[in-house]
């Protein structure tokens, strides 16, 4: 998702500052549109000082939009599930996403200008069996994304942050996730592509 984000904004002329723990695939993009910025960050967002780290090297840049795609799940039942994976995927999935949210909000609301996407998902609306920490993880982004947007506009701010739920995506998500370890292959995802979903959610929000 985080490529598919990156080449959608490209292809409508932004300079970009990718972030991601390996960033060899951005290496394809800083070929493909050489007349634009392609910054290529490596940074672990579970490691919460990172996200510190990334904020004050960002504000050095003229940023206009944060994406919040950073994310995995575990699978497993939970009296079975390994805590210290689960509490890293809180880490990066609630913690890193609130505490960039927090800055760049701050940042954007001083400026009266910006825009932050939060990736919830459509688990966000329910609870799920087998994955209910991941579950649990996304309704937290929704949740909080939602008050803050209601606040902004209370307050007459052009910023805004907004939550977007996709559903089923075909990415990597089944084989980063337990799931792999107890079943024979990953499910057939019948959903959106990358591409296509991120194309749909820019030109929405």
């Known amino acids: 998702m985080g490529f598919a984000y990156c080449e959608e904004l490209l292809k409508q002329n932004y300079n970009i500052i990718g972030v991601a723990r390996e960033t060899k695939s951005l290496q394809k993009l800083q070929t493909q549109y050489p007349h634009l910025d392609i910054q290529a960050w490596d940074y672990d967002l579970s490691d919460l000082k990172n996200c510190h780290s990334l904020f004050a090297r960002a504000i050095k840049f003229n940023v ?44 954007f609301v001083e400026k009266n200008c910006g825009r932050v996407i939060n990736l919830a998902s459509i688990a966000a609306f329910a609870p799920g069996p087998v994955f209910s920490t991941y579950f649990a993880s996304k309704a937290y982004v929704l949740s909080l994304s939602t008050a803050i947007n209601t606040e902004l506009k209370k307050q007459k701010s052009l910023v805004r942050v907004i939550s977007v739920c ?23 995802i019948k959903g959106m592509t990358p591409e296509k979903f991120c194309h749909q959610s820019l ?3």
């Open 166 to 188: 996709p559903g089923p995506i075909k990415t990597d998500f089944w084989s980063r996730s337990e799931y792999q370890n107890t079943n024979k292959k990953p499910p057939k």
């Open 64 to 107: 206009s939009l944060l994406i919040n795609n950073a994310g995995y799940g575990v699978w497993g039942l939970f009296k079975d599930t390994d805590l210290e994976k689960e509490l890293n995927m809180i880490d990066l999935n609630i913690k890193a996403l609130h505490i960039l949210t927090k800055l760049f909000v701050k940042h």
């Open 203 to 205: 030109k929405r929000h």
